[in-house]
């Protein structure tokens, strides 16, 4: 069969409108798939069966030897009848396919009314997507409904979550009544010729349509005109937070839908069934919260441009404490304890009790350090975690600090008893020295009794040296003692000093060892009433 033979079986059926179609696939393989892309995307309703569209691409029985080297070898062959229509295969492959768009544009609007079934193609003569339903009789209402199938994330530093819905939306146009009491379930991509709502998240910071494997969109028209649009969407929405009670808090974040356009004059927005109209968050598992409790509510949002219709959707989410008690509460509560050991060493034990307070001040740090990874850097309120880092901080450098008080009463206390003992050595030197000085005062005159009365000028003299030093009644004079030495004048000060300090309680400890004693009873009573408090406050108030 020769090249115009051929060329005539194949378009007998056809007319001139789509005769470039039936040629698209043997001009050659690069514009031969331009041209279907863009015939397809018009969906010609008159394009070859199967079978001729397979014959065509190759995948049926083999092409004729002068068809498969495409438009070059079809050219090389001299024409028959140049006035037959087939005299556009001379043409070059641009003018061929610019032809061929012209042909098609100026035949698209017929093209996509041929597409549809008849009673949609009835529905869609006459009907303008770009005017809402009712444009001269009122409001058009929208009713509502949420499926949320997951929350995926719920971030306290970026103060988000996100989820993924099901937004189902129903109105009513009354140019879409048509006979039969069968709705009709449509391509969602015939969206694009239905005026729709322009429904949006007000606190979205981004979102997404899926479109695996196509678009998740569902499009439904009922007899009455009723339509069911349905999407599929995962968005991340601003949640503002209350951390002050972190990790013992609840938050309350909302899911609010807006008319970006059509003011309250032109649409209404309602919830289908109240609170019933969202689904799935009973049967939701989050990994840090639960869902204790949610609930709809309709408004208005006002805007210098007008007012709004307003859909909100508000649920309460309570965190889970488990975690944190065993993550932060017990590993801080633990490294208390563990500062209370040193408590039972011996103070002479230096380098025991400051390496326990040392580790467990820097394992506090590192363990507070840590909590905080997971929350905002800034923010202008103190949370309820960070008060009980903040209370077994200071428990475990407090008992750091016990023991240096309690080392530096020791040491006061040992310089107060080498005072005391030098001092008590210094009055047993007095005493020692005037009892030796009244035993040899005896001593001499019980001697001079004994000498004989010889020289009585002398007597006197004798007698009144004798009497002067042992007179009973101190009235005689005494030796003049010699001035005191310099380390007397210390020990003097340093005594004085210790009375006024003792005299304001201040530093006056009998005995430094019970330092400790006090320490083992005082720091866990106290810890114990601190938590009570903390618990109490945090839990109940």
């Excluded at 001269?136 to 209402?141: E, K, S, W």
Aim: hydrophobic share 40%; net charge neutral; proline share 6%.
């Amino acid at each position: 069969m020769d090249r115009t033979k051929y060329i005539h079986e194949a378009l007998r059926q056809l007319n001139d409108s789509t005769y470039y179609k039936t040629l698209k696939e043997p001009i050659y393989p690069e514009t031969a798939i331009k041209i279907a892309e863009i015939l397809e995307t018009l969906n010609d309703k008159k394009a070859l069966n199967r079978k001729q569209i397979s014959y065509l691409k190759g995948t049926g029985p083999p092409r004729p030897r002068w068809l498969r080297g495409g438009i070059h070898q079809v050219n090389a062959q001299p024409e028959k009848n140049n006035s037959h229509p087939c005299s556009s295969l001379a043409l070059s492959p641009s003018v061929f396919v610019l032809r061929l768009l012209e042909s098609s544009l100026i035949n698209a609007e017929v093209k996509e009314g041929e597409i549809l079934p008849p009673t949609i193609h009835k529905l869609m003569k006459g009907y303008n997507k770009y005017l809402r339903p009712f444009f001269d009789n009122g409001p058009v209402t929208v009713g509502m409904s949420l499926d949320i199938a997951s929350i995926d994330t719920i971030s306290e530093i970026n103060m988000d979550y996100t989820a993924t819905i099901f937004l189902r939306q129903r109105w009513t146009d009354e140019r879409l009544i048509f006979e039969g009491n069968k709705s009709l379930s449509l391509d969602g991509r015939l969206v694009e010729l239905l005026w729709v709502p322009d429904t949006f998240i007000v606190d979205s910071k981004k979102s997404f349509l899926h479109d695996i494997t196509v678009e998740n969109r569902l499009i439904r028209i009922f007899p009455n005109g009723t339509v069911l649009y349905a999407l599929r969407i995962t968005t991340t929405v601003a949640c503002n937070m209350d951390l002050t009670k972190y990790p013992m808090d609840k938050q309350t974040c909302t899911l609010q839908l807006e008319s970006w356009g059509y003011n309250i004059n032109d649409v209404e927005f309602y919830w289908t069934r109240g609170n019933a109209s969202v689904s799935g968050l009973d049967t939701l598992q989050l990994a840090q919260y639960t869902v204790e409790d949610y609930y709809t509510s309709v408004s208005e949002a006002i805007y210098e441009t007008g007012q709004y219709p307003k859909l909100v959707f508000h649920f309460e989410l309570k965190r889970s404490i488990l975690y944190f008690i065993l993550e932060t509460y017990v590993p801080s509560s633990l490294l208390v304890v563990l500062s209370w050991v040193s408590f039972w060493i011996s103070l002479s034990s230096v380098p025991a009790r400051v390496c326990i307070g040392v580790t467990t001040v820097l394992t506090m740090t590192t363990l507070m350090m840590g909590a905080r990874t997971s929350l905002p850097n800034a923010n202008c309120f103190i949370k309820a975690i960070d008060v009980y880092l903040g209370i077994c901080f200071s428990f475990i450098f407090g008992a750091l600090i016990e023991y240096a008080v309690a080392h530096f009463c020791t040491l006061s206390h040992m310089d107060a008893h080498m005072l005391m003992y030098r001092h008590q050595m210094h009055d047993f030197d007095d005493d020692m020295n005037g009892i030796i000085t009244t035993i040899s005062t005896h001593a001499s005159r019980a001697k001079k009794r004994k000498e004989p009365a010889a020289t009585p000028s002398t007597a006197p003299n004798s007698t009144e040296l004798t009497v002067r030093p042992s007179s009973p009644s101190g009235s005689e004079p005494t030796p003049e003692a010699s001035p005191p030495k310099p380390s007397n004048w210390c020990l003097t000060a340093l005594a004085t000093v210790r009375k006024v300090l003792g005299s304001i309680n201040c530093c006056h400890i009998e005995n430094p060892h019970h330092i400790d004693n006090y320490s083992r009873v005082t720091f866990p009573l106290s810890f114990v009433v601190v938590n009570l408090l903390y618990w109490t406050y945090y839990l109940y108030f």
